[in-house]
T-cell receptor, first 109, second 116 residues
Framework: RKEVEQDPGPFNVPEGATVAFNCTYS??????FFWYRQDCRKEPKLLMS???SGNEDGRFTAQLNRASQYISLLIRDSKLSDSATYLC??????????FGQGTELSVKP | NAGVMQNPRHLVRRRGQEARLRCSPM?????VYWYRQLPEEGLKFMVY????????ESGMPKERFSAEFPKEGPSILRIQQVVRGDSAAYFC??????????????FGPGTRLTVL
C-alpha cells in the first residue's frame, strides 16, 4: 500500500463547478499535511496547509480527518485557471514530504 | 526575497557522464531537500540536508548518487555515470531553520535532466 494515495483522475469539470479531491495516508504518526498545485510538471507550489479544524482560502477549503486518515480539498466555482495537477503531501517525523501521485483537474469553458 | 534557485534548468548528458545539479535555498533557510519526479510519476523524496550534514538519505539510490550542502555555497546533487533511467525532473526545496514539524517546504523551479 502506498503511503499517500490519491485518485489520479482526470477530473473534467465545467467552469463554475464544485470539485472535491480526497487523499488517504497510512502513517498515523504523520504531523503535517499540505496541498500543492503543479502546472505542466513545473515546480509544486504550495496551495494550502491542512489543519484538523479545517481551513479556507477563498474558493478553496481543506479538511483533515485524523481518525480516518484522509485529507480533502474542495474547490468551489472552478475557473479555467484552476486546471492543474493537485498534489497531496504528508510530512513525516523525519522531515520529508511524502507525495501522492497527484490528481489532474481540467476545467472546461 | 528570492525564492529557491536551481541551476541549470535543463541539463543534457550522455550515458556515463556526470551530472551536477545546484540548489540555493531561500534566504534564511538552512534545510534543503531533494526530490525526483520521473516521467509520468509522482515526486519522490531523495535526501534531506542541513549545512554540512546529511539528515536523511533514505531516498537516494545506493550507487552513483551523492548530495552535499557545504558551509558556503549551494547544495549539490551529483549523479555519476548517468544512465537513461536517471532522466527526470529534480526539484530542490528549502525550509526555515526552526526544524518544526509544521515547517513548509518551498520548491525551486527544478532541473530537467535528459540522458541521451
Amino acid at each position: 500500500r502506498k503511503e499517500v494515495e490519491q485518485d489520479p483522475g482526470p477530473f473534467n469539470v465545467p467552469e463554475g463547478a464544485t470539485v472535491a479531491f480526497n487523499c488517504t495516508y497510512s502513517n498515523s504518526a504523520s504531523q503535517s499535511f499540505f496541498w500543492y498545485r503543479q502546472d505542466c510538471r513545473k515546480e509544486p507550489k504550495l496551495l494550502m496547509s491542512v489543519y484538523s479544524s479545517g481551513n479556507e482560502d477563498g474558493r478553496f477549503t481543506a479538511q483533515l480527518n485524523r481518525a480516518s486518515q484522509y485529507i480533502s480539498l474542495l474547490i468551489r466555482d472552478s475557473k479555467l485557471s484552476d486546471s492543474a495537477t493537485y498534489l497531496c503531501a504528508v510530512l513525516n517525523q523525519g522531515g520529508k514530504l511524502i507525495f501522492g501521485q497527484g490528481t489532474e483537474l481540467s476545467v472546461k469553458p | 526575497n528570492a525564492g529557491v534557485m536551481q541551476n541549470p534548468r535543463h541539463l543534457v548528458r550522455r550515458r556515463g557522464q556526470e551530472a551536477r545539479l545546484r540548489c540555493s535555498p531561500m534566504k534564511g533557510h538552512s534545510h534543503v531537500y531533494w526530490y525526483r519526479q520521473l516521467p509520468e510519476e509522482g515526486l519522490k523524496f531523495m535526501v534531506y540536508l542541513q549545512k554540512e550534514n546529511i539528515i536523511d538519505e533514505s531516498g537516494m539510490p545506493k550507487e552513483r548518487f551523492s548530495a552535499e550542502f557545504p558551509k558556503e555555497g549551494p547544495s549539490i546533487l551529483r549523479i555519476q555515470q548517468v544512465v537513461r533511467g536517471d532522466s527526470a525532473a529534480y526539484f530542490c526545496a528549502s525550509s526555515p531553520p526552526t526544524g518544526l514539524s509544521t515547517d513548509t517546504q518551498y520548491f525551486g523551479p527544478g532541473t530537467r535532466l535528459t540522458v541521451l
